[in-house]
């Protein structure tokens, strides 16, 4: 992040008084370690090297940032506005989506586990993962992250899951989903068996045969919200993209975090274009 609001976010979690200077490390520093490990996914080897502290106190000040910028979810995730977003108001949205107030989607982020924590974890594609919900509102911000549930469940569980600890939608509005999703008065989807990602329209190199595939355009314009904020999370926080070697709490707590650091960042202006120009250094191995 950029230097003003690296400051900006010390600032705000001394007023919180949720960290404090120690006799070895102001607060500054505490932060600079734990953005250190998330946008490099560092070892506490590496953290050792580059700040000069022990491993013991590299992981507990790592542990304790990771619980103050947790302690600020609902500070910084909050419910969407209810006021028409001013992209709903082009004539290619309006008639469709003036209700709409965000996206929502389901992202799997990798997870370490011992042999006998595995198998609920274990996805589709046979890796091991937490199934993540997000829901976005169209400034780019997450209005809601609901994380922790095993990479074996499915996207729809794991929002109705969401929907019985807190997640509401206001009468009368809706979010955009994806076709794994029920079609709701709450959470719209995409007509079934017709094309439906911008990926999918740009092959085809036509306009839209029906009112389905139009609808389904604008849909899928408007959803690539939720896919972009996801896109931007991870190029942000590349820990967000392997198996990080904590505890399952800390592991899950990490993924809350990045949520509020990018809403932090955005609240301050950060450049959302700047991850995709950072270099990446995590062996992929």
């Known amino acids: 992040m950029e230097v003003d609001i690296f400051q900006a976010l010390v600032d705000k979690l001394r007023e919180k008084k949720l960290l404090a200077d120690s006799k070895v490390l102001a607060v500054e520093e505490q932060v600079a370690i734990f953005l250190y490990a998330v946008s490099k996914n560092a070892t506490n080897e590496t953290l050792q090297d580059w700040f000069q502290h022990s491993a013991e106190t590299i992981s507990r000040r790592f542990g304790l940032v990771l619980d103050a910028i947790t302690r600020l979810t609902n500070v910084y995730i909050r419910p969407p506005s209810l006021n028409p977003h001013p992209i709903l ?73 969401a929907l019985n600890h807190g997640f509401h939608v206001p009468h009368g509005k809706f979010y955009l989903v994806d076709a794994g999703y029920a079609n709701t008065p709450q959470f719209l989807a995409p007509y079934r068996g017709t094309r439906y990602h911008l990926k999918e329209q740009g092959e085809v ?81």
């Open 89 to 161: 108001s082009k004539p290619q949205f309006y008639h469709f989506f003036q209700n709409c107030i965000g996206a929502i989607d389901g992202t799997h982020i990798p997870m370490f586990l011992s042999p006998g924590q595995q198998e609920p974890y274990r996805n589709r594609k046979q890796t091991l993962s937490q199934n993540v919900m997000v829901a976005c509102d169209f400034d780019l911000k997450f209005v809601h992250v609901h994380a922790g549930w095993e990479g074996s469940a499915s996207d729809a569980r794991v929002l109705q899951d």
């Open 205 to 285: 190199r036509q306009r839209p045969q029906n009112y389905k595939e139009l609808f389904n355009l604008r849909h899928a314009q408007l959803r690539n919200h939720i896919e972009r904020i996801i896109g931007i999370l991870k190029m942000r926080f590349p820990i967000l993209k392997v198996a990080a070697h904590y505890s399952v709490d800390k592991q899950i707590d990490i993924s809350v975090a990045c949520c509020v650091l990018h809403n932090f960042i955005r609240l301050h202006k950060g450049d959302m274009e700047w991850p995709k120009d950072a270099p990446m250094e995590i062996d992929p191995n």
